[in-house]
């Protein structure tokens, strides 16, 4: 179920395929009002996970791009991340069930990381 009023979409989610709200990204909220009316019913294609992967598979051996919505699913969170969401924002977010599952999926920035060594080195100086 889409709301574009209020810039948030509904989704069966997890494993127990319970109902979610999820926000919706401005442009995107843009994108789609423009396209208005949408169709009733899906506002994507795909009726399976199985099928999502077969079209993204199809258009990565067109491109020459390695690409799955796991990856997408890191790169989201290390995003967030680097933004400086806490990890309870990227839990909800993504809807991660634990802190222990988002940290899999954020990967540390190496120069954020050596930033924040930089810091406790010269606290200790002091």
């Not at 009726?47 to 992967?53: A, H």
């Not at 598979?57 to 067109?62: D, G, I, P, Q, V």
Request: proline residues 3%; aromatic residues 8%.
């Amino acid at each position: 179920m889409l709301d574009l009023a209020n810039r948030r979409f509904r989704q069966k989610t997890g494993k127990i395929k319970t109902w979610k709200w999820f926000a919706l990204h401005p442009e995107v909220t843009k994108i789609l009002a423009d396209r208005a009316p949408l169709p009733a019913g899906r506002l994507l294609r795909w009726g399976s996970l199985q099928s999502v992967y077969h079209h993204i598979k199809k258009l990565c051996r067109r491109t020459g791009i390695a690409f799955t919505p796991h990856m997408g699913r890191h790169s989201f969170a290390t995003w967030l991340r680097e933004e400086g969401a806490d990890l309870r924002l990227i839990m909800e977010a993504g809807d991660w069930r634990s802190v222990k599952s988002v940290v899999r999926y954020a990967d540390a920035n190496l120069d954020h990381v050596r930033a924040a060594l930089a810091k406790i080195g010269k606290r200790n100086s002091k």
